[in-house]
């Protein structure tokens, strides 16, 4: 019988993480640990996690005294996991009730390393399920739609996946990860995509994410070295494509450097206080060598979005930076 192991980071949280614990808790199968990794929380996390802790024995607490991220905070809750699978849950999402019932049984038909289940995204007050494929689907040979998939849209394997704990302790590298801030879930799922022997992608939703303004990855904040976090990405993405060695993907990786580009350009102008602060910041950009050599292949292909890339290019920031102030409230 499948034995689950579900790790918590927890950063100032303490408005949704009694809901998240309640949805491990209310779980149809019941062979699991629930370990809650407080990353030094300033707020009251620590004090609600340690009530529930004492309302279930499969409640695991881990008390962090320094903030290291929630990298780190995943692999300390992961070194000390005993189950078969990892899955890892935000402190400010939740679990559907039948989520390890629905996962125990495609691994018992499957065997897999890894089993991937979409989002559930809630829009207009109604749930639906952010679907990546249309069916099922069982990667063992061939991922390259799986990879072509991870680098154009983003699927992660870190956030929405019941990780086999050998392969996932085996290339845990949360550690060499401490200079990244922006990323770590692409960065993680980078070597587990590229290791496991088979990848089940299945079409249930099971992972609910619950909107939290204020979260980490919701927060706009310009910092002069955000687009640098992006060329690391794109440094350490560029190394696994040599392992893929998949000529195709090359494609789909310039795809996500421009995509990144023009994100990143939009996101920090948004966030910026004025206009040296913002012209500074898209330099990072402009200069940047995988950015120009998208930009030459043609890339990105819509429009609006060609419109930014063209004057990063050509180094017109301040131009740049009043377009997207002026446009900032229409959708590019």
Same mark, same amino acid.
């Given at each position: 019988m499948t034995k689950f192991s579900i790790v918590v980071p927890i950063y100032n949280v303490e408005e949704y993480i009694e809901d998240c614990v309640n949805s491990v808790l209310r779980q149809t199968y019941t062979n699991f640990e629930l370990l809650l990794v407080n990353d030094a929380s300033? $707020?009251?996390?620590? &004090?609600?996690?340690?009530?529930?802790?004492?309302?279930?024995?499969?409640?695991?607490?881990? $008390?962090k005294r320094k903030n290291e991220g929630v990298a780190l905070a @995943?692999?300390?809750?992961?070194?000390? &996991?005993? *189950?078969?699978?990892v899955l890892y849950l935000d402190g400010d999402d939740q679990l559907v009730p039948k989520a390890l019932e629905i996962l125990s049984k495609k691994i018992e038909s499957s065997n897999p390393d890894i089993?991937?289940?979409?989002?559930?995204?809630? @829009?207009? *007050?109604?749930?639906?399920?952010?679907?990546?494929?249309?069916?099922?689907?069982?990667?063992?040979?061939n991922k390259k739609e799986l990879l072509d998939g991870f680098l154009r849209y983003g699927y992660f394997v870190i956030g929405f996946a019941a990780i086999r704990r050998e392969l996932a302790l085996e290339y845990d590298f949360a550690d060499e990860l401490r200079s990244i801030w922006i990323g770590e879930d692409l960065l993680q799922s980078l070597p587990l995509?590229?290791? &496991?022997?088979?990848?089940?992608?299945?079409?249930? *939703?099971?992972?609910?994410?619950?909107y939290n303004p204020n979260s980490v990855t919701r927060n706009r904040v310009l910092r002069k070295d955000r687009y640098l976090q992006a060329i690391k990405t794109h440094e350490i993405i560029e190394y696994y494509l040599?392992?893929?060695?998949?000529?195709?993907?090359? &494609?789909?990786?310039?795809f996500h450097v421009m995509k990144d580009a023009v994100e990143y350009a939009l996101e920090g102008i948004w966030s910026a206080n004025n206009l040296k602060e913002g012209v500074e910041y898209l330099k990072t950009i402009g200069t940047d060598?995988?950015?120009?050599?998208?930009?030459?292949? *043609?890339?990105?292909?819509?429009?609006?979005?060609?419109?930014?890339?063209?004057?990063l290019k050509n180094r017109r920031y301040t131009l740049v930076y009043y377009l997207i102030k002026i446009k900032e409230r229409i959708a590019f």
């Open positions: 300033p $707020d009251s996390s620590l &004090a609600i996690i340690t009530r529930l802790s004492k309302l279930d024995n499969r409640i695991i607490v881990i $008390d @995943r692999s300390t809750g992961l070194s000390q &996991a005993l *189950g078969d699978f089993v991937i289940y979409p989002k559930i995204k809630e @829009r207009d *007050g109604k749930k639906y399920v952010k679907s990546y494929f249309s069916e099922e689907i069982l990667f063992i040979d995509l590229t290791y &496991a022997q088979s990848i089940l992608y299945i079409t249930e *939703g099971i992972y609910v994410i619950t040599s392992l893929w060695k998949i000529k195709e993907l090359e &494609a789909s990786f310039q060598k995988r950015f120009i050599k998208s930009y030459s292949l *043609g890339y990105p292909h819509d429009k609006k979005m060609r419109l930014i890339a063209f004057l």
